[in-house]
């Protein structure tokens, strides 16, 4: 069995140490391949290569940048069908879906190739007649990447992307539950010609990476996307080495349901929303509340649609839901509804392994009603297939209960009345907020949660100024 190794100064080589794991598939817990897993040593490579190449890629041009980038786009879209083969093959989801990623992991590489040309800077007018003032922006420096597998092409791309544009060089550790559409990544920039050294993949144990990354004064920034748990143990450390953070963490999304809407339109559409990825999305509408007067006719509604929903392989026509990520993950959901039913919930639909699947960590998706503010699942981020359901008074009673939680990265309300979506988007304390809508975030839209969901923002103008320094030149005695 083939081998796919780290990718290092432009070159794949194994871990230092000559360790490996296996890959295995979630949907049949077959073996894919072996990955060269490596650890800190390994980091401390990539973080040699990522210097010494940083010398001379700050250097360059953003056109010069963004030939490259486009180049890396133009790869991506014409190798689709193979990439997005693969990411159903590691990560379960379904076809559909795996093409639509890759299509928004192009689109950042095009987009942020736009974007590097636009860091533009200012002139500011000073109170002195003889005194020059600007501000300029420059590529930070090395950068640590570290991705989580939900989404395996986005999310590495939207760091990598930005970074790159800046002028930045990348050390990347992607999951190694998901490091194959990694792999297509670095195919692309390479493809496209980016130098050795610019992009470095390490495939290794989360700590040890974490820690070189923190240690290295080379290193100027860590950008994460993962549990806020390890959010923290990275801020900890940044605040010994004063190493800047991004962080994408974890997200509880409050869905208030306003009973002006079409009642059963709504919920056609929450039994997909809810259950992209199988659950498994930060921004995931997680917690619905449901306005008294409409919750029974909610509920009978969006359980008669997540019934339909069809579980299996990625690759089969008509799956909407594919296997968790692991069967950690299956485990830790499953235990969260047991305790659900033990606070006296009632499942309304799901809940169970599939009855035609006997391999692969599938869960039927499920719907649990009759949960108040102090459930587990209220409490709890869940990252799987259920859809709670809760109930609530008035607007006043569905802002407290929403923002009640320690989380704040997404949030969504549907009404057709127009004053009460202005005061519930006011209100919501989230970072992003949906309006009638379930997808309120883009390539050029800033994504950054508040609270215990992270710091900073990934995409947009934003996501590229993450990686820059801003300088300010004042240049005096002009006469």
Known sequence: MSVNKQFINGVWVDAVDGHEISLVNPATEEVLSRISFGNGKDAILAID??????????????????????????????????????????????????????????????????????????????NRVDKRSSVILQPMGVIGVITAWNFPAYNPARAWAAALAAGCTVVAKPSEDTPLSAYHLVNALSAAGLPPGVLNLVIAEA???????????????????????????????????????????????????????????????????????????????????IHKNIYDQFAESVKKYVSLLKVGSGFEEG??????????????????????????????????????????????????????????????????????????????????????????????????????????????EFGIVGINEWAPHGTELPFGGWKYSGQGHESGSEGLYEYMEKKLISIGGIV
């Open 49 to 126: 290569a990522a210097d010494a190449a940083f010398k001379t890629w700050s250097k360059t041009t953003p056109y010069y940048r963004a030939e490259i980038l486009k180049k890396a786009a133009n790869y991506l879209r014409e190798n689709l069908d193979k990439i997005a083969h693969d990411m159903v093959l590691e990560s379960g989801k379904p076809l559909l879906e795996a093409r639509g990623e890759w299509t928004v992991a192009a689109n950042l590489f095009e987009w942020y190739a736009e974007e590097g040309k636009r860091a533009y800077g200012k002139v500011i007018p000073t």
């Open 207 to 289: 700590s040890p990476v974490g820690d070189a990354m923190l240690h290295d004064k080379r290193v100027k920034k860590i950008s994460f996307t993962g549990s806020t748990r390890v959010g923290k143990i990275l801020m900890d450390g940044a605040s010994r080495t004063h190493t800047k953070l991004s962080l994408e963490l974890g997200g509880n999304a409050p869905v208030v349901i306003f009973d002006d809407v079409d009642v059963d339109e709504v919920a056609k559409a929450a039994a997909i929303a809810r259950f992209r990825n199988n659950g498994q999305v930060c921004v995931a509408p997680q917690r619905f509340y």
């Open 319 to 428: 799956v909407n839901v594919g296997p968790l990520i692991t069967g950690k993950q299956r485990d830790s959901v499953f235990d969260l509804l047991e305790k659900t039913r033990i606070e006296k919930a009632e499942v309304l639909t799901g809940g169970h392994r599939p009855h035609h699947l006997d391999k692969g960590y599938f869960i039927q998706p499920a719907v649990v009603a009759n949960l108040n503010q102090s459930s587990t699942l209220a409490r709890h981020e869940i990252f799987g297939p259920v859809l709670p359901l809760f109930r609530f008074d008035d607007l006043e009673d569905a802002l407290h209960k929403a923002n009640d939680t320690e989380y704040g990265l997404a949030a969504y309300a549907f009404t057709n009345n127009l004053k009460t979506a202005i005061k519930v988007s006011e209100g919501l």
